[in-house]
């Protein structure tokens, strides 16, 4: 994916995020690695606490292209937000699927988790 015009720079991300701007410095910067086998060492051997480590083209990498639902990729890379990507999922898939959805107010920095539906039934989680 290349970069478009209208991107925003890390800083700027940040920024408008409300985020720290230490996160934008080296150390706080991903660990990138090139093969399944370094990646399998960060994770078991490594310092990968409070570190993000990115494998490149890693779903390849780890043969897990086949993992996620078909119809799950769809809605991902075609719907403008969350409460759209779960719309467009079927019931039947829903069914086969467990998450938790966290919210943060527009005013706050603090997220929270979402437990009950609207009607105030529990959420299955």
């Not at 993992?67 to 086969?96: C, G, K, M, N, Y």
């Amino acid at each position: 994916m290349g970069k478009t015009e209208n991107a925003l720079s890390l800083e700027d991300a940040l920024s408008i995020a409300g985020w720290p701007a230490a996160l934008a410095t080296a150390e706080k910067q991903p660990r990138v690695v090139h093969t399944a086998q370094e990646f399998r060492e960060s994770l078991l051997v490594g310092q990968h606490i409070d570190r993000v480590v990115v494998l490149r083209d890693g779903v390849r990498l780890l043969d897990q292209q086949h993992a996620v639902p078909p119809p799950l990729i769809h809605a991902a890379r075609t719907q403008p937000s969350t409460t759209a990507f779960l719309d467009a999922l079927d019931e039947s898939l829903l069914s086969t699927l467990r998450g938790r959805v966290y919210i943060t107010e527009s005013d706050e920095r603090d997220e929270r988790e979402v437990k009950k539906a609207d009607d105030g039934t529990p959420l299955d989680t």
